[in-house]
């Protein structure tokens, strides 16, 4: 029988934008956890759970919900926008993500995916 561990994780620590950013991504059986912080805390806590569409079975969509932190619209749109590549290139997993930055400017969230993209664990 192989030695293979049951959860891998990687992390890294990069300065984005002037801001020390920690990210540690986690895969486990049915999901990634994705945490990026620029707190030291996990900050909004968000599901992200692909939904299969009929029309392109490929590309399932993702039903996001946040489970801890203040729900608000953009918040939505930030979770997508980062991880949904996570999800896709880890065959349609689900991702938690927990996420407490400065700022959601669309110039931070490519800098923060290519981070994310260095601690493939899927």
Same mark, same amino acid.
């Given at each position: 029988?192989?030695?293979?561990? &049951? =959860? @891998?994780?990687? #992390? ?6 002037? +801001? ?6 986690? $895969?486990?059986?049915?999901?990634? &956890? =994705? @945490?990026?912080? #620029? ?6 806590? +968000? ?6 569409? $009929? ?68």
């Amino acid at each position: 029988m192989e030695d293979k561990p &049951l =959860v @891998v994780s990687k #992390q890294r620590r990069e300065v984005l934008c002037g +801001v020390p950013t920690q990210v540690v991504c986690t $895969a486990f059986s049915s999901h990634i &956890l =994705v @945490v990026v912080t #620029q707190f030291g805390k996990m900050g909004t806590l +968000v599901s992200l759970e692909p939904s299969e569409v $009929a029309s392109d079975i490929s590309k399932p969509m993702l039903t996001t919900k946040v489970l801890l932190g203040q729900d608000e619209p953009l918040i939505h749109v930030f979770a997508k926008n980062l991880v949904t590549f996570v999800s896709q290139e880890a065959g349609n997993k689900a991702v938690l993500l927990a996420v407490a930055v400065k700022d959601r400017s669309m110039e931070r969230v490519k800098a923060l995916r290519e981070v994310i993209r260095t601690c493939q664990v899927w």
